[in-house]
Every structure is written in structure tokens, then in C-alpha cells.
Antibody
């Protein structure tokens, strides 16, 4: 049973870069057929997909965040990463990493989520 | 961009059947998934590929998808099913899209 866990600073200053790590255990990040996604949830709101990365490094980002997002992967450590630059208070949210099936996109494994607050 | 629309709230009495809808243009031509999220917890996949249940999800959860509407049905609803439910689909323009969520109240 694959497990995911997010880690990173819980507080980021406005205009700086939010950086998060997702550690994958119980399965290999290079398993074929899976994408690795970041999803966020603003306080009291719904889910917003940010983008995904494949183990080869191929990425796709949601259009609304594309100019500020970068994802990367370290297959040797079974981890993938999120960077979101020029953050504002509107980026305050719980950030989840999740495993996504490439053939019929759905998220079968989620991390526990990490709250990131953007504030000076 | 592609959008999915859900009712903000649905109420059901214990033991009755709850139906939560998700509407989108030609949604029936895409795969729909459903997630359950309880307060303070991560979402849990309850239905994928329109009708399939992951292992460990009770049989009372079922799904359908046709035309412009996908539906999550919970038969014999229990108090433990009270949660927020989100539909999700994939579209070539926006890739992954979520519905706005429906709060299911069991009263």
C-alpha cells in the first residue's frame, strides 16, 4: 500500500517561494502508469488541482498557476517536489500530494496534507 | 475551461438513499471519480471510472455517469457517511477538474 507524506515550511512570507516535498513509501515512484500530483484546498473551500509530474520529469500544470509553479522529482529518493513562487495570502491552503492513474485520472492515494500559511 | 457543478448540500435520513449529482458538458463521455472528505482528513477515493469501487469501500456506495450528469448514490446511508463529497473528471483543456463539493448531512 503506497503512502505519501508532505513536508515543508508551514509559514512562508509574501513574495517568497513555497517549497514542499512529498515522500513516497510502500511503492516506487517510477512505477509505470502513475502520475504524481499536487492538489491544494483553501480554508473551508474545495479541491484545486495544481499539476502533476511523471517519473521521467514530464510535467503538466493547471493553466491558472502555470507561470508560478515548478515540479521536480528525485527517483533515487522516491520523492517529488513542488515550488510555487511569488506567493500571496491567496496561496494559503492545505497542500496535498497524491498518486494519479494516467489511464483514467483518479487519485487513489493521498498524503495527510500540510497547511501552508502565507503571512509576513 | 471545463467546469463541474455540484449542489452545495444534500440532506438524507439514516437508512435512506442519498444521491449527489455532478454536472458538466458531455460528462458522460469522460470518466468520473468521487471522493469523500471528512473534517480534518484527506480525501478518500470512493468511486472511479464512473462505477468502480476501490477495495475497502462499502457496497452501499455506487456511481453512474450518462449524458451531462454523474451521480454518486449512497444506499442505506449511515451517520458515518456524513462528509463532503467531490466529483472529479479529466478534460483535455484543463486536465484534472474537481467539482465544488457537496456537504452531505445525515439527519
Amino acid at each position: 500500500q503506497v503512502q505519501l507524506q508532505e513536508s515543508g515550511p508551514g509559514l512562508v512570507k509574501p513574495s517568497q517561494t513555497l517549497s514542499l516535498t512529498c515522500i513516497v513509501s510502500g511503492g516506487s515512484i517510477i512505477s509505470s502508469g502513475y502520475y504524481w500530483s499536487w492538489i491544494r484546498q483553501h480554508p473551508g473551500k474545495g479541491l484545486e488541482w495544481i499539476g502533476f509530474i511523471y517519473h521521467t520529469g514530464n510535467t503538466y500544470y493547471t493553466p491558472s498557476l502555470r507561470s508560478r509553479v515548478a515540479m521536480s522529482v528525485d527517483t533515487s529518493k522516491n520523492q517529488f517536489f513542488l515550488k510555487l513562487n511569488s506567493v500571496t495570502a491567496a496561496d494559503t491552503a492545505v497542500y496535498y500530494c497524491a498518486r494519479d492513474h494516467s489511464t483514467s485520472p483518479h487519485f487513489d492515494s493521498w498524503g495527510q496534507g500540510t497547511l501552508v500559511t502565507v503571512s509576513s | 475551461s471545463y467546469e463541474l457543478t455540484q449542489p452545495p448540500s444534500v440532506s438524507v435520513s439514516p437508512g435512506q438513499t442519498a444521491s449527489i449529482t455532478c454536472s458538466g458538458d458531455k460528462l458522460g463521455n469522460k470518466y468520473a471519480s468521487w471522493y469523500q472528505q471528512k473534517p480534518g482528513q484527506s480525501p478518500v477515493l470512493v468511486i472511479y471510472q464512473d462505477t468502480k469501487r476501490p477495495s475497502g469501500i462499502p457496497e452501499r456506495f455506487s456511481g453512474s455517469n450518462s449524458g451531462n450528469t454523474a451521480t454518486l448514490t449512497i444506499s442505506g446511508t449511515q451517520a458515518m457517511d456524513e462528509a463532503d463529497y467531490y466529483c472529479q473528471a479529466w478534460d483535455s483543456s484543463t486536465h484534472v477538474v474537481f467539482g465544488g463539493g457537496t456537504k452531505l448531512t445525515v439527519l
